[in-house]
Nanobody, 127 residues
Framework: QVQLVESGGGLVQAGGSLRLSCAIS????????MGWFRQAPEKEREYVTA????????YYADSVKGRFTISRDNAKNTVYLQMNSLKPEDTAVYYC????????????????????WGQGTQVTVSS
């Protein structure tokens, strides 16, 4: 059974930093693209960032470009999201997801190309 478990969320002041982690088990992690999504109350889910299986390609939403960094450690079956210069509008539940493709060099185009999801971790940024 595939499991994705996020950690690292919490409460931080604006301008601060957090690092989220997502540990995956139950499948071959290194063959999958990984992504982070977020959803704030009464807002649609937003595709925040993604990384291919090799780490050779990444995607960032305009809203986080230059502030967030995605990375992965295939030896530890873990993907990370480093979030710097946090803003109140970054407040949301953050979800990691594992992509459907195997050893693909393409970034998944949206949530429909992700098969497995974590339970989410809350990030709250106070002003």
């Amino acid at each position: 059974q595939v499991q994705l478990v996020e950690s690292g969320g919490g409460l931080v002041q604006a301008g601060g930093s957090l690092r989220l982690s997502c540990a995956i088990s139950g499948r071959t992690f290194r063959s999958s693209a990984m992504g982070w999504f977020r959803q704030a109350p009464e807002k649609e889910r937003e595709y925040v960032t993604a990384i291919t299986w090799s780490g050779g390609s990444t995607y960032y939403a305009d809203s986080v470009k230059g502030r967030f960094t995605i990375s992965r450690d295939n030896a530890k079956n873990t993907v990370y999201l480093q979030m710097n210069s946090l803003k109140p509008e970054d407040t949301a539940v953050y979800y990691c997801a594992a992509g459907r493709g195997i050893y693909s060099h393409s970034i998944p185009r949206g949530s429909y190309e992700y098969d497995y999801w974590g339970q989410g971790t809350q990030v709250t940024v106070s002003s």
